[in-house]
């Protein structure tokens, strides 16, 4: 591990002789990929250099202690050995973590996609009060949420709803938020006060970057249609809704919340991006569109990652068994336990292995 880490600070030293010359060329690519590893890099040569002048200190203090004879300073002298032993450990725990395989989207924006699953009005009810628990989530972490595109329903709902968040940690809050997520309350629509089971679907998706996804022109139907919002009224008088056809791949994206046709198009775009991004991440693995189906998969109850229950105030995160009685909070915006509690789950297996 080391002798890796050595190579590693050698890496780091020649990436920074170069990154003005790099910045200076103008080159997109090369500046952000060139960026990004020192961002991947620094930390743990930082963590390596303390845990090599830890090491030497501990060292120079057990030799020193060697050849004492005074009581009091062997004494002292022990103490000093004791607590280099302690940091180096520490350093080396923290080091083997560093070294964990990097996520490939962390640091990037991410795009969210939330869609009424089973449970009819209800689902839809669900998919409004999830898309305002992100909404609090976002803004507690200090990140940007701009909606993107999104079908109101009949009950103050979503239909859909389409989200970016922004901001360098927004991946690694919104990661695990992919999949269904169930909910048991006695619903708004309900007039014999009983308990419903409904679900909604949320879908998770690195927002890629122009210079991540080169688009076609000519790959691209455009289609373009008057906005209209629950119950199909009209919205405006003018052609502004936007309807993208991405043809290799049939992939459709349609955004209508703008009054201008433009904004709409450029939306759309950021939507597709990130799809066709995903999908090129998947193919990588030879998982072809699993990631998304594995989020998404059929919308049932019994597919949920989180079950949300009203009259126990209760939250259970089923992939890590994690049962909270504070769902009040949570929808609040808080979160963090439940996500912190994910990432630990995710370092645990990685570090052991899995």
């Not at 079950?307 to 209760?314: M, Q």
Request: overall charge negative.
């Amino acid at each position: 591990m080391f002798e890796q880490l050595a190579g590693l600070e050698a890496e780091l030293e020649g990436l920074e002789a170069e990154l003005s010359a790099i910045y200076a060329k103008g080159d997109r690519h090369a500046s952000r990929d060139a960026g990004r590893r020192h961002a991947e890099l620094k930390p743990v040569v930082d963590a390596y250099r303390a845990w090599r002048v830890t090491g030497e200190d501990l060292e120079e203090a057990r030799q020193m202690l060697a050849g004492e004879q005074d009581a009091e300073m062997r004494a002292f002298l022990e103490g000093e050995i004791a607590g280099r032993e302690a940091a180096l450990a520490e350093l080396e725990a923290e080091i083997r973590e560093l070294l964990l395989p990097r996520d490939p989207n962390e640091g990037r924006n991410v795009i969210v996609e939330i869609a009424g699953a089973e449970g009819g009005e209800e689902a839809n009810i669900w998919a409004g009060d999830l898309f305002r628990m992100y909404q609090r989530f976002a803004e507690a972490q200090g990140l940007k949420l701009e909606t993107l595109a999104g079908q109101l329903s009949d009950h103050g709902g979503y239909r859909d709803v389409t989200f970016a968040v922004k901001g360098e940690d927004a991946w690694r809050w919104f990661k695990y938020e992919g999949g269904p997520h169930r909910v048991q309350r006695v619903p708004e629509t309900e007039s014999q006060g009983r308990i419903h089971t409904s679900a909604a679907t949320v879908a998770v998706l690195p927002e890629a970057e122009e210079v991540d996804v080169e688009i076609d022109p000519n790959d691209l139907q455009i289609d373009v249609f008057r906005s209209s919002g629950p119950g199909g009224q009209s919205v405006n008088t003018t052609d502004s809704a936007v309807r993208m056809t991405h043809r290799p791949t049939g992939l459709v994206v349609s955004c209508q919340d703008e009054k201008s046709q433009l904004q709409n198009k450029e939306k759309a775009l950021r939507i597709l991006r990130a799809r066709l991004m995903q999908l090129e991440q998947e193919r990588q693995d030879d998982a072809l569109s699993s990631a998304r189906r594995d989020q998404v998969k059929g919308g049932g109850r019994s597919e949920k990652i989180r079950t949300y229950n009203f009259k126990e105030n209760r939250v259970t995160d089923h992939r890590i068994g994690l049962t909270l009685y504070a769902l009040d909070r949570v929808l609040a915006g808080g979160l963090e336990e439940i996500v912190s509690a994910l990432a630990a789950e995710e370092r645990q297996r990685q570090l052991e292995g899995e």
